[in-house]
């Protein structure tokens, strides 16, 4: 089976915009999340889908959103970047079922806010 | 809130040295999940813990799930270069709508060849 793949690996962005990213988890898998990691705060959870529908949500503000699409893919938006929006943004997929915290993840996307 | 300690911080040892590191919590979790990340990668996951004082072995690493069901250690035997990176703790709890992990802060680990 092919891993998680996250488009692009690498962005760089100015403050104010907006950029979208891309997850396409395991085949089979119903669940994704994403996560953003930065030196020093490890991995913040930002939100998960199952079956196209938001089913946690971290305390991120509205700027971040997601969604899911019916083949299970998913995207994140983030809104009026900020510096501080810096970070790895690390897709995860799991199957939704008994093992559901078992998550596999992508390499990630690197986004530079200048 | 849950919080998650996981000690220590970063470690450098030898080649062929052992390696332990631990994660403890206020809370009680169900599941201890034990990852680790590359440089430039997602975090991989090493070994599932699902049962209260559950010891499990992957290769040379070993975990175990504590009886409080509020900590967890890895044991990493006869490092080699290749275990460097970042060991992540996360556990859960499967229990209704909230089956989010929590993620330790991390391990980093170097290891002279």
């Known amino acids: 089976k092919a891993g998680v793949t996250q488009t692009p690996r690498y962005l760089i962005k100015t403050r104010g915009q907006q950029v979208t990213l891309s997850c396409s988890p395991i085949?089979?898998?119903?669940?994704v999340s994403w996560y953003q990691q930065t030196p020093g705060q490890g991995l913040q959870f930002l939100f998960e889908?199952?079956?196209?529908?938001?089913?946690n949500k971290g305390n991120f503000p509205g700027r971040f959103s997601g969604r899911q699409f019916s083949n299970s893919r998913s995207e994140m938006n983030v809104s009026t970047l900020e510096l501080g929006d810096s970070a790895l943004y690390l897709c995860?997929?799991?199957?939704?079922?008994?093992?559901?915290?078992?998550?596999?993840f992508g390499p990630g996307t690197r986004l530079t806010v200048l | 809130g849950q919080q998650l300690n996981q000690s220590p911080q970063s470690m450098f040892i030898q080649e062929g040295e052992d390696v332990s590191m631990n994660c403890t919590s206020s809370?009680?979790?169900?599941?201890w999940l034990w990852y680790k990340q590359d440089p430039g990668e997602g975090p991989v996951l090493l070994i599932a813990?699902?049962?209260a004082g559950e010891l499990t072995s992957n290769g040379r690493l070993t975990a175990q799930f504590g009886i409080t069901r509020k900590d967890s250690f890895l044991n990493i035997s006869a490092s080699i270069p290749s275990d460097v990176g970042i060991y992540f703790c996360?556990?859960?709890?499967?229990?209704?709508?909230?089956?989010?992990?929590?993620w330790g802060l991390g391990t980093s680990l170097a290891v002279n060849p």
């Open positions: 995860a997929s799991s199957s939704g079922g008994l093992h559901h915290n078992e998550q596999f």
């Open positions: 085949s089979g898998h119903r669940s």
């Open positions: 889908y199952f079956s196209e529908t938001q089913r």
């Open positions: 809370s009680i979790f169900n599941t």
């Open positions: 813990l699902y049962k």
């Open positions: 996360a556990p859960a709890n499967n229990a209704g709508n909230n089956r989010k992990l929590i």
